[in-house]
């Protein structure tokens, strides 16, 4: 049975629609003969109950001999006494049995109707029957319709319903494969574009019709999703070239000592090479962290979230700070109650402390605020430095993947333009954002999460 079911798009919707229409026009096929049919034969027994009521009327005063030829339409009528014998007849029906009365004869008028075979010809009839009081007794009146008409009807529309049917039935398939064959071209555009776009060539996109409707929206949508695909395959090569140059420096200077340390024969100079190669060594560990958590932020790997208290949290990280070279002064709301992950958000915390404190010149503040109003609220922290600043047009490109203002005072303070980035995306895990936002002095950086649901 499925062999037989259509398998593409434009042959199950024509197959559908054929069998839609044709059921539509069998019912309507149906309704309409039997409209027709019943239409006929009442105007034939109107015609044949008006002749029977007259004669029924003429028997009743004993005046059968003035009846009338039958009326147009009507072709016999028959008067049968209760005896049985035939009272009155047309000429058709000489030598005609009398007819039988459909039910007792009861004196009085009723009328009933049958159908009969024709009378000598290839029509039906239709007959009324009529029961009356003569003054020999009862009588039954018999006035039969013929339904030639009706039957010439039915002959002709059965016939043009069976010719007509097939070729209307015909044209809707034909106009619904090729409506829908136009109407499903550019998704096979679209399918054939899609299919040849490799991971070598996402600049390509797909034709775009001028149609205005879901194809063209599908269109748009897809090529919305190749732009974003090309904009990760950029930003991937790039993180990539990135992460080479940044790696590749630590290493030629650890190698370098190392064949230093091996070239120099005497031992004294052994631990200090063997110290810088340390340091580096550990700024390499540091640098492959990162570069490991960025992966991790990449993949959209879900974490534990749970209940914190982001006042706690931040505590917690600048007590661990205690006699850096720069100090860190707080002020902290009591309650800033958050959802997310503590590793995670610690490490935020911390990316924004290394980067105040590597360069402000004789303090960092840090101020945490839970603020409200008609939507949401929010858990505000500012971290503020007394440094160089940020300029204006750099307060975005700051949070960019090894992004670094002055170079060489980076690398001189051991950073390698990620702190931030990882901040930011790790701040966007959580539905939060991240800003560098203007400040008299110095830098400041506004981190903003969503509160954790509870009473004001």
Do not use: C, K
């Not at 079911?5 to 309409?32: E, I, K, M, N, Y």
């Not at 028959?78 to 009365?101: C, E, K």
């Not at 775009?208 to 950029?234: C, F, I, K, W, Y």
């Not at 200077?253 to 004294?268: I, K, N, S």
């Amino acid at each position: 049975m499925r062999r037989l079911w259509p398998t593409t798009v434009r042959a199950r919707a024509t197959a559908g629609a054929g069998v839609v229409v044709a059921a539509a026009l069998a019912l309507a096929s149906f309704a309409l003969l039997g409209l027709l049919e019943a239409n006929l034969l009442r105007n034939a027994e109107n015609d044949a109950r008006r002749q029977a009521d007259t004669v029924a009327q003429l028997a009743a005063a004993g005046r059968l001999d003035r009846v009338r030829p039958a009326s147009r339409g009507v072709e016999f009528v028959q008067v049968v006494g209760a005896d049985g014998r035939v009272l009155f007849a047309t000429p058709n029906l000489i030598g005609v049995p009398a007819f039988r009365p459909a039910g007792p004869g009861v004196p009085g008028t009723r009328f009933q109707t049958w159908r009969v075979h024709p009378l000598g010809g290839d029509h039906r009839q239709r007959v009324v029957q009529v029961i009356t009081h003569t003054p020999t007794g009862p009588a039954v009146v018999y006035a039969g319709a013929s339904l030639r008409d009706a039957d010439a009807a039915d002959d002709t529309t059965t016939a043009a319903l069976v010719i007509g049917m097939p070729l209307l039935l015909a044209t809707v398939v034909l106009v619904t494969w090729r409506v829908t064959g136009r109407a499903l071209r550019p998704v096979e555009a679209i399918r054939a574009e899609v299919a040849g776009i490799s991971d070598r060539d996402l600049h390509r996109r797909v034709p775009v019709p001028a149609t205005h409707d879901e194809v063209a929206r599908l269109a748009q949508t897809m090529n919305a999703t190749l732009d974003r695909l090309e904009a990760s395959g950029v930003r991937q090569r790039q993180f990539i070239a990135d992460a080479s140059h940044e790696l590749r420096s630590p290493i030629t200077v650890v190698r370098t000592q190392l064949e230093v340390a091996l070239a120099v024969r005497d031992p004294e100079l052994w631990p200090e090479l063997i110290g810088g190669a340390l340091q580096d060594i550990e700024r390499l560990q540091h640098l492959a962290s990162d570069l490991l958590l960025l992966a991790r932020i990449d993949a959209a790997q879900p974490v534990t979230a749970v209940p914190l208290d982001l006042a706690a949290l931040v505590g917690e990280a600048v007590e661990a700070r205690f006699g850096d070279r720069v100090p860190v002064r707080l002020d902290l709301e009591g309650d800033a109650r958050i959802t997310g992950n503590a590793l995670w958000l610690s490490r935020v915390v911390t990316n924004l402390l290394d980067n105040a404190q590597r360069y402000a010149d004789r303090h960092v503040e840090v101020t945490l605020r839970t603020r409200g109003g008609p939507g949401p609220r929010t858990v505000v922290l500012e971290v503020t430095d007394d440094g160089p600043g940020i300029p204006a047009a750099d307060r975005e490109r700051v949070f960019e993947r090894f992004t670094r203002l002055d170079d060489s005072r980076s690398r001189d303070h051991g950073g390698a333009g990620l702190g931030l980035a990882i901040a930011r995306d790790l701040t966007d895990h959580h539905g939060g954002t991240l800003t560098a936002e203007y400040a008299s002095r110095g830098a400041r950086l506004v981190l903003r999460l969503p509160a954790a649901h509870g009473p004001r």
